[in-house]
């Protein structure tokens, strides 16, 4: 059974940093890809950063490109996002994703099979 479990959310002011991990033991030994969404209330679920299988792979949202960071390591068979300069538009739970039939970058959110439980970020302004 796939498991993942976020954690590092929390209360940060504007400008200010947070790193979420995602514990995710099967799909970083499987090579599966991965992927962070998030959803603000009364907003859909986005995807925010999506990373390849190898780790060797990314893809940003255009709102966060320059300030998100995601990687993964199988040493830990953890994957992370460095969340830099937050604003309080990034304010949102997040959800780390697996997609178990590819190893390549996926952006669409019906092709993830597994998701965490969601970690909440919150920006003060």
């Known amino acids: 059974q796939v498991q993942l479990v976020e954690s590092g959310g929390g209360l940060v002011q504007a400008g200010g940093s947070l790193r979420l991990s995602c514990a995710a033991s099967?799909?970083?030994?499987?090579?599966?890809?991965m992927g962070w969404f998030r959803q603000a209330p009364g907003k859909e679920r986005d995807l925010v950063a999506a990373i390849s299988g190898s780790g060797g792979s990314t893809s940003y949202a255009n709102s966060v490109k320059g300030r998100f960071t995601a990687t993964r390591t199988n040493t830990e068979n953890t994957v992370y996002l460095q969340m830099n300069s937050l604003k309080p538009e990034d304010t949102a739970v997040y959800y780390c994703?697996?997609?178990?039939?590819?190893?390549?970058?996926?952006?669409?959110?019906?092709?993830?099979?597994?998701w965490g439980q969601g970690t909440q970020v919150t920006v003060s302004s």
């Open positions: 994703a697996c997609a178990s039939r590819f190893q390549g970058i996926v952006t669409i959110a019906t092709l993830y099979d597994y």
């Open positions: 099967r799909c970083i030994f499987s090579n599966y890809a």
